[in-house]
Structures are given as C-alpha cells and as structure tokens.
C-alpha cells in the first residue's frame, strides 16, 4: 500500500484532507506531520511513497523540508502547496517542472489526481525529485531570504539569497557570478538552508534564470567538445551545418539599405513595437534572450517563431528580415534532408558588412545571430541549441 505524508501546521485543514481521502483508501493511506521537523522523523521511520507539503510551517520550513528531500530522498515525488498570489509567479512555477504544486485553496480533485499521478509515476520508476534549480527558482518565487550550502562530493559553495534575489555565491576557490555558474552545474548534490542571509552587498546582477540557462549551455558546449575528437570523423562524413558563407547569394540588396549603402538592415530597420512584449509572459524565452544580450561574441540577435513571427530584435529587425531568417532555415533543413546529413545543425551566410548571419533552429523558435567573422560558429550554435530547443510557445 502507498502512503503519503501530509506536512502543514494547520490541524483543520488537515483534518479536512483526511476525510476527503477516505474514499480513496484502498489506493494509498495517509500520515501527516505539522513541521518538517515531524516530517523528517516519519521519513526516517516509514516507508513514504510522496509528499505533499505546504511552504509556510514553523520549526521548520517547507523549503527546508524539500531540500532534505532533495538529498536525502531524491526518489520520492513532491507536491508543494503555495498561494503565489500572482499570474506570472504561477507562470513561472510551471517551467519548473521537476515537481509538482497546487494553488491554495485546494481544488481537493485536482489534487487527487496529482497524488494518483505521482504515485503512478514512481511505480514505473520515474525519477521524480527535485533538483537544484528546480528548488533555487522555488525560493526565487517565494521571495525567501536564505543561505543555501551546496555540497557534491568534495566541493562545497554558498548562494546567498535576499526577498528571492541572489546577492552573492561563493565556492572554495570562486566568488560572484563565477561561483554561481560552478554550484548549479553540481551533480548529486546535497542541499541544506538556513533561514537568514548575512550577506548585504549585492554582488551579481543577474537573474537567477540567466545563470540557470547560461550554465546549462556552458555545459552542454563542454559536452559537445569533450566528444568533437572521438567523433570528429562521423562528422566530417555527415556535415551537421549548412554553410553558405562562401556563396555569393545575392544577399546586398535584400540586407541593405534601399539607398545602396554598405550598412546592413540589422543596424539601420527599426523594432516593431510588438517585439519589445511578445516575449514577456514566457520566462525561458525571456531569459534566453538575457542571456544572448549578454553575449560578447553577438553583436545582434533576432528570435522568430516558426511560423515568421518576430519574437525579439536585439538592436534592429522588422518583418523582412524575420521571414528571411524563417526561409533561411527551411532552407538549411531541406538541403540536410535533400543530401541525407542528418538533422540541422545551424546555417551560415555572409553579411554584406562581412559580419556572419548564424542561424540555429529550435523546435519552434530560430534564432538569426551576427557575429564577427572571427567567432567560431560551431560551439556557440552547439551551446546555444540545446537551450533553444527548450523554448516552447504553447
């Protein structure tokens, strides 16, 4: 028989749980417990099969709760309990996606099915507990100010959080945004929190979401190189990119000026207003595009949809240059199938400037990136595609 464990503080609503789930007793049984503390003593003592919690608990915590989990019982499915007050917080918790949650007050059906799934879940063998950043975005979702110490094996790090924000990490031998990027690319890691932060000066600037994307492209790009020798020889026999840049395709009078001038349409056409919003309710979009604006090695970004809409324009973009990039890329991916390479990598063309266009496909976004001549294109398609490839529109 599965069982579940009920964490919250207040004895009613607990009460009201129980009796809710006795038609569903020849399913899973229930145990509850008032504070993580009471819960963690369960967990050592009982075989608990998940948890649903709430996040505001005295003695300790529901975050507490869920980074014990998170270390010391990384199979066991979680579902969190908040009142996050906001669309956009709601939004947000969505694209966590490693664990569960539920809006307070309980849809009590809802719920069961949540429970039902968990449970089913786990039974198959899915692992479903929840990973660092998972719990990193949950604290920045809930405004908290905390410590958190990560430990991995050998390595150990401090992220200092302050109402959500991330002020300053270190490791032993990093600091700022450097010892951020290294902690959340941890594996196997165990989580501890202590409910304060000491630190007062704000030393990193950017969002926790652009360190989480930014990171998971640092490694992928460390991934794809780490195996580049071994397979250097598959590739070579099974080109990965469609290169145009040494053809000459026309592209001056559809990239420049109408009045002939060597300036490209990507300096001189100005943003539709609709660029500036359209990605503002999706926050992975949102934070891919931080993270391309952050970029040295891009010197002007335009993210289109599948369909030719225009998502975003770093510096300069309308529609022309939007359709261009869409048509680029199905261009590149019939070329792939038309010689039987394999699936698109990125496409290559040159600028009249004698700047690059790099275009890399995602599932349903593109992104049309100028680059310098002298940026390799390779790794910086090969860190950024994966990322792409997450963004979804729906």
Known sequence: MNTVLIVDDDENFLHSLIDGFKSFEDQFGIMTAHNGEEAIAILDEQDIHLVLTDLKMPKMDGFALVAHL??????????????FGT??????????????YIEKPI???????K?????????????????????????????????????????????????GDLLD????????????????SWKNVEIVLANSCAHKEHNISNTL????????????????????PAAQAEIDNSRIATNLAGLNLDLDDFLNDHDGSSTTAFETMAVTASTQSSHSSNPILKQFITMLSSMQEINNSIVVSRDGNMLHADKAGNDQIANFITYTS?????????INTGEQQYTLLTLSSGNKLLVICGKEVIAGLEISATVAPEPLAAGLRPVLSRISLQ
């Open 70 to 83: 998170s270390s010391h019982h990384p199979t066991i499915p979680v579902i969190v309990m908040t009142a």
């Open 87 to 100: 669309p956009d917080m709601e939004e947000s918790l969505k694209e966590i996606g490693a664990f569960q």
């Open 107 to 113: 849809d009590f059906n809802l719920l069961v099915t």
């Open 115 to 163: 429970i039902l799934n968990g449970l089913d879940g786990r039974s198959k063998g899915f692992i479903t507990g929840i990973s660092l950043s998972s719990f990193l975005q949950l604290l920045e979702i809930d405004k908290k100010t905390c410590t958190v110490t990560v430990r991995s094996g050998q390595y150990h790090g401090n992220m200092y959080f302050k109402n």
């Open 169 to 184: 990490a270190d490791t032993d031998d990093l600091v700022g945004i450097d010892a951020a990027f290294e902690i959340v």
């Open 209 to 228: 979401g652009f360190i989480l994307l930014e990171a998971s492209r640092r490694q992928d790009e460390r991934n794809i190189a780490s195996t580049l």
């Open 330 to 338: 199905v261009v590149g991916e019939q070329l792939q199938m038309a």
